[in-house]
């Protein structure tokens, strides 16, 4: 019997050897190799192959805010497989009515407030994300932040990456 993370392991010779008693050591590479027919075959996730290394994109602006919000876009991929993609905008002084929104190449929307947006206050955040898991057509992603007025949106900030 293997105990996970075994710090024991009872071995199977009992059941072919009816005078040897069961016995209960340490778990140690020769005992594991013995079970296992001369070939080590532990598993654990720490050993399982990892996934790729995930490159991020991260760029921040205040755009025309005047330094009231910073928006960032940020990607996490791998090449153009593209794990997330997130915009935040953030309001540091004066509370703003905002809507976000990431587009695709070609003006693609692939993620975006609901219309009319939302009010945000000093010190709070409007954050969406953009979860596709697969490997996106090449070309400009890019985030915008516009401020909301009225029935018109006018764009403060916008930051692009090209996948």
Same mark, same amino acid.
């Given at each position: ?8 392991? *009872?071995?199977?010779?009992? #059941?072919?050897? !009816?005078? /040897?008693? @069961?016995?209960?050591?340490?778990? =140690? %590479?020769? +005992? ?10 532990? *598993?654990?996730?720490?050993? #399982?192959?990892? !996934?790729? /290394?995930? @490159?991020?994109?991260?760029?921040? =602006? %205040?755009? +025309? ?28 002084? =004066? ?69």
């Amino acid at each position: 019997m293997l105990f996970a993370f075994g710090l024991s392991v *009872t071995t199977a010779m009992a #059941a072919t050897r !009816p005078s /040897a008693p @069961a016995t209960t050591s340490p778990l =140690t %590479t020769a +005992s594991v190799s013995a079970l296992s027919g001369g070939q080590a075959r532990l *598993t654990s996730y720490a050993t #399982a192959q990892q !996934p790729a /290394a995930v @490159a991020v994109f991260k760029h921040c =602006t %205040t755009g +025309s805010s005047g330094g009231n919000i910073t928006t960032c876009f940020t990607i996490y991929h791998n090449g153009r497989y593209v794990r997330v993609m997130r915009l935040s905008a953030c309001v540091h002084h =004066t509370q703003r009515h905002l809507f976000l929104d990431i587009i695709g190449p070609h003006n693609a929307p692939l993620a975006g407030n609901d219309l009319p947006g939302f009010w945000i206050s000093p010190g709070s955040c409007d954050i969406i994300t953009y979860h596709p898991f697969h490997t996106v057509p090449a070309g400009t992603y890019c985030g915008h932040t516009y401020r909301v007025s009225g029935t018109q949106l006018a764009l403060i900030a916008k930051v692009c990456a090209k996948l």
